[in-house]
T-cell receptor
Framework: EPEVTQTPSHQVTQMGQEVILRCVPI?????FYWYRQILGQKVEFLVS????????KSEIFDDQFSVERPDGSNFTLKIRSTKLEDSAMYFC???????????FGPGTRLLVL | QKEVEQDPGPLSVPEGAIVSLNCTYS??????FMWYRQYSRKGPELLMY????GNKEDGRFTAQVDKSSKYISLFIRDSQPSDSATYLC??????????????FGQGTILTVHP
């Protein structure tokens, strides 16, 4: 069964450093998303991406964040200068049609020290 | 008022019990309703997906949506210890203004003990 994959599974970084989180969505999906979940809190929407551009972003997704689909298979989330409060689990998701079933990856646990 | 409210529990039931999980919401534009299961430190796994109002059944799982009351439910019959997880409701108004953004509830922690 096709699945969303994410790398790395864990990332530890120093405050102020740049991190890139990588995702490979399901191959025939056209809509891509990033969400995050701070420990013990809700899953929160960050950004949606379609046709090589951002469709929608939340207020969390400020100028420190960017997304890219550098080739036909990868979808990345970059945090330019990490802050302590960026420590969270980051999930990538994809769907075939907007708004319908989104399939989530296993997540990247980011720890900013 | 929070956009999606879900009782975080925890909920503890004996094996074989019927479990009822529910969420309320305030945004009447929501049309797509999902239930995800999340094991500790893992990604959400899609369980059920419903469009608009009505019931949907899949094996031991039944999802209900009542748009007039802004209330959704997930029922688990003959619960098993392997059902122990956090259950997340999520919803979207896709096709409206949100381009598929999912809004999640807090999650309900369920433990099924043998």
């Amino acid at each position: 069964e096709p699945e969303v994959t994410q790398t790395p599974s864990h990332q530890v970084t120093q405050m102020g450093q740049e991190v890139i989180l990588r995702c490979v969505p399901i191959s025939n999906h056209l809509y891509f998303y990033w969400y995050r979940q701070i420990l013990g809190q809700k899953v929160e929407f960050l950004v949606s991406f379609y046709n090589n551009e951002i469709s929608e972003k939340s207020e969390i997704f400020d100028d420190q964040f960017s997304v890219e689909r550098p080739d036909g298979s990868n979808f990345t989330l970059k945090i330019r200068s990490t802050k302590l409060e960026d420590s969270a689990m980051y999930f990538c998701a994809s769907s075939e049609v907007t708004g319908e079933t989104q399939y989530f990856g296993p997540g990247t646990r980011l720890l900013v020290l | 008022q929070k956009e999606v409210e879900q009782d975080p529990g925890p909920l503890s039931v004996p094996e074989g019990a019927i479990v009822s999980l529910n969420c309320t919401y305030s945004n009447s534009a929501f049309q797509y309703f999902m239930w995800y299961r999340q094991y500790s430190r893992k990604g959400p796994e899609l369980l059920m997906y419903t469009y608009s109002s009505g019931n949907k059944e899949d094996g031991r799982f039944t999802a209900q949506v009542d748009k007039s009351s802004k209330y959704i439910s997930l029922f688990i019959r003959d619960s098993q210890p392997s059902d122990s997880a956090t259950y997340l409701c999520a919803m979207s108004d896709a096709g409206g203004t949100s381009y598929g953004k999912l809004t999640f509830g807090q999650g309900t922690i369920l433990t099924v003990h043998p």
